[in-house]
């Protein structure tokens, strides 16, 4: 079985790293052509994505997946509707590829540019959201890479549908076929032979759970950007607003709690806490939404609420469940936060602009926040398009990881027949 597994993955590779050259050299003009023939196509089969999305719902019931985890693998004419809206998006962005980051003259009459390329070769191993095979597929096209997919067997059916779509919209253009490529082998030795490919690979992102990060970046010979989980935290200071922090607070955690920019830890000042912690607790419980706090939370709350343990700081719920801490101060936040963290998304809730710099300053994250949710940490909410995954690392890309984080440089220099002495 793994031989023949080996075998179709190192056709997979070679053939993508073949159209990687191919589609280095594709127009802008004709990028745009096949993205928007993708969309088209989405919206076309909605009857037939869905019904192969049920097959996956159906498992993932009988499974006993989270609501939570449903809804990320959950695909709906909504949904398809947003895949569709994402490619047509990043079709109006600006083409990264040839852009000129850095231009200059040597004395001896040299003309250096430092302009943008494709990276090559991306594989993508994810897990749950569906959609992620059309974003990337569009994000990796449009900035001339080739992609190769491997998504969880959870989607399979429906990742294996969008695929089938997007690759049957390509034959009209002027887009190589071999420059997208789906891994449909469910097997995990199937991620191993992939990770191994980095004679034809040149970068993996990895989505999805902490222990699939940690697995990739351990066993993998190509070069690794991670997308480790997402503990956010919202701190409410004694200078908030409360009406604002309330509704902050509340879109962070129950809006979609299954996704990685959800807030997993809220932290309270105590000058606030007496205020604000019961309303917000009463609402939050009306949602469904589990609270775990710290003593003194516990003690300002009258409803009972779960006592929250060491082990609940660190934690990426991706559910309706969420840690509360009162703090004595702003610095005791931030060092929560960085303590804690997992440098995705952190937030102020603040009316004070010297306290918000100092937390903007302080906080070791990818994206941070004033007066607002972390929710937004997002590639089409930032106005990216979409993108491959929120980067954790601080190399080579940091945050929501979009079409120009897709690309790396090259300098381009241009003489007159000069020679070193």
């Known amino acids: 079985m793994s031989a023949k597994i080996e075998k179709d993955i190192l056709k997979i590779v070679k053939d993508a790293r073949k159209a990687s050259r191919d589609i280095a050299g594709v ?7 096949a993205l928007k023939k993708m969309a ?20 993932g019931e009988k499974a006993g997946l989270s609501k939570a985890l449903l809804d990320r693998l959950l695909i709906n004419d909504k ?6 809206d994402c490619l047509k998006d990043t079709a109006r962005l600006p083409d990264p590829v040839g852009g000129v ?15 943008r390329t494709p990276i090559g070769v991306i594989g993508i191993i994810y897990e749950s959201r569906p959609n992620v095979t059309s974003d990337c597929i569009g994000l990796c096209l449009k900035s001339g890479n080739a992609v190769i997919l491997k998504g969880g067997k959870e989607a399979i059916h429906s990742n294996k549908a969008i695929f089938k779509v997007l690759k ?7 887009i190589p076929l071999g420059a997208i490529q789906l891994i449909t082998s469910t097997d995990r030795a199937a991620v191993n032979i992939l990770l191994k490919q980095n004679a034809y690979v040149d970068l993996i992102v990895p989505r999805g759970g902490e222990g699939l990060i940690h697995f990739v970046a351990e066993h993998s010979s190509i070069p690794v950007i991670k997308h480790y989980k997402g503990v956010c935290h919202t701190y409410v200071s004694e200078h908030a607003d409360l009406n604002m922090a309330h509704r902050i607070c509340f879109n962070a955690k129950v809006q979609r709690p299954g996704v990685c920019n959800a807030m997993e830890t809220m932290l ?12 917000l607790i009463y609402k939050l419980k009306q949602a469904g939404v589990e609270v775990r706090g710290c003593p003194l939370t516990r003690k300002i709350v009258k409803t009972k609420i ?9 934690e990426e719920y991706l559910d309706l469940i969420l840690a509360v801490k009162v703090v004595d101060s702003l610095q005791e936040a931030i060092e929560h936060i960085n303590t804690y963290g997992s440098g995705h998304s952190d937030a102020i809730v603040t009316d004070d602009k010297k306290e918000a710099e100092e937390f903007l300053k302080a906080v070791d994250t990818s994206c941070v926040y004033v007066n607002a949710s972390t929710r937004f940490t997002d590639g089409y909410e930032f106005g990216f398009g979409a993108e491959v995954g929120i980067s954790t690392d601080k190399l080579h890309a940091r945050g929501p990881m979009a079409l120009e984080d897709l690309t790396t440089y090259k300098y381009v220099v241009r003489g007159r ?5």
């Open 27 to 33: 127009s802008t003009r004709d990028k745009n052509d």
């Open 40 to 59: 088209k196509a989405l919206l076309a089969n909605k009857a037939y994505l869905v019904k192969e999305n049920k097959k996956d719902l159906a498992v």
């Open 79 to 84: 949904r398809i509707k947003g895949m569709a």
């Open 101 to 115: 980051i850095k231009a200059f003259e040597r004395p001896n009459g040299l003309k250096i540019e430092k302009t």
């Open 168 to 174: 049957n919209a390509l034959k009209e253009t002027d």
């Open 268 to 279: 309270v000042h105590r000058e606030t806490a007496i205020r604000f912690l019961p309303v």
């Open 306 to 314: 779960k006592a929250a343990t060491k082990k609940d700081w660190p």
């Open 417 to 421: 027949g000069q020679i070193r002495e």
